[in-house]
């Protein structure tokens, strides 16, 4: 995913550019509209690049869960040893 530098501090009314790097199709948005979402789809045909507009603002719920899926099956089965030794 691509990452834009400093748009957030452009005027509300100008227009960014933004050239994809997978596949050369330029889009172009308002700065306003922009300010408003955390990624931007690239409108080239057959093309699912992601431009990261929030760099390091939002936080990976995936990983979260994962993290919290270990942690309950290392403790469940920490319980279930100690119950079979007993």
Excluded: H, W
Excluded at 40 to 54: P, Q, T, V
């Amino acid at each position: 995913m691509g990452s834009i530098p400093n748009f957030r501090e452009i005027s509300a009314a100008a227009r960014i550019l933004l050239i994809c790097p997978d596949c050369g199709q330029e889009n172009s948005e308002l700065a306003d509209k922009l300010r408003a979402m955390s990624m931007y789809y690239c409108e080239g045909d057959d093309c699912d690049y992601i431009f990261d507009l929030a760099p390091g603002r939002r936080t990976d719920f995936g990983k979260g869960f994962v993290d919290a899926c270990k942690r309950f099956y290392a403790a469940f089965y920490t319980m279930r040893g100690q119950r079979a030794r007993s």
